[in-house]
């Protein structure tokens, strides 16, 4: 499966506990966007990655948020000191230099529950 | 602020029936793009179509046709012969001219009965 992979699929966690979920885009993909989805909603922007450069960067991406792309492959995005209105699901997307600007491919996402 | 309004939230049809599924937007951008995504039940988002907005030419694509709009600030999509297939919900997206930043719709949940 070339796909956007993201680990783990789910995820448990208690209330100030800190989590830290990947990212795996699909192979060459220059781009990478992470988004968060509550339930009955569409997806909010979280943060967006060019190569390994964070270039924008959401107002709801709160200083407990950090997200890392180290070496413009895989990325990381852990949330620190977790709150219970953090819970919802967690999705990255990728996209290339060759496909028409905005096309996104979608992972399957990781869902937190924070108790 | 960019904004994209999706009014309706829930559609139910019979097969067979068309549907259309409504989406306007704000924006102050005179460069931007215009997406479509379904998002059936098992949850993976599947791109559907990207529209730029200085091309308003409708598309069709087998069951799917798009309506772009620049001058009431809509893109309306529309399933025709729906099939059970088609229900998930269907978000509407307005991403900047850098394709940095996206606003997703809220959604509308489309079934399509048997």
């Known amino acids: 499966d070339t796909g956007v992979s993201q680990d783990p699929r789910h995820k448990i966690t208690k209330r100030g506990q800190n989590v830290t979920f990947r990212c795996d885009p699909i192979?060459?993909?220059?781009?990478l966007y992470w988004y968060r989805q509550t339930l009955g909603q569409g997806p909010e922007f979280l943060t967006y990655?060019?190569?390994?450069?964070?270039?924008?960067k959401s107002r709801l991406l709160s200083d407990r948020f950090s997200a890392e792309r180290p070496k413009g492959s895989f990325s990381t995005l852990e949330i620190q000191r977790t709150e219970q209105g953090d819970s919802a699901m967690y999705l990255c997307?990728?996209?290339?230099?060759?496909?028409?600007?905005?096309?996104?491919?979608f992972g399957p996402g990781t869902r937190l529950l924070v108790l | 602020a960019q904004k994209v309004t999706q009014a309706q939230t829930e559609i139910s049809v019979v097969e067979k029936e068309d549907v259309t599924l409504d989406c306007v937007y704000e924006?102050?951008?005179?460069?931007?793009?215009l997406f479509w995504y379904k998002q059936p039940p098992s949850g993976e988002l599947v791109f559907l179509i990207r529209?730029?907005?200085?091309?308003?030419q409708n598309e069709i694509s087998g069951r799917y046709s798009w309506n772009f709009q620049k001058s009431t600030s809509s893109f309306n999509f529309t399933i025709t012969a729906s099939q059970v297939v088609d229900s998930a919900v269907y978000f509407c997206?307005?991403?900047?001219?850098?394709?940095?930043?996206?606003?997703f719709g809220p959604g509308t949940r489309l079934s399509v009965l048997p």
């Open positions: 924006t102050r951008d005179t460069t931007y793009y």
């Open positions: 192979s060459e993909h220059n781009r």
């Open positions: 997307a990728s996209s290339s230099r060759r496909e028409p600007l905005g096309t996104q491919y």
């Open positions: 529209r730029n907005s200085f091309d308003e």
């Open positions: 990655f060019q190569n390994e450069a964070q270039l924008e």
């Open positions: 997206v307005l991403g900047d001219n850098y394709g940095q930043n996206f606003v």
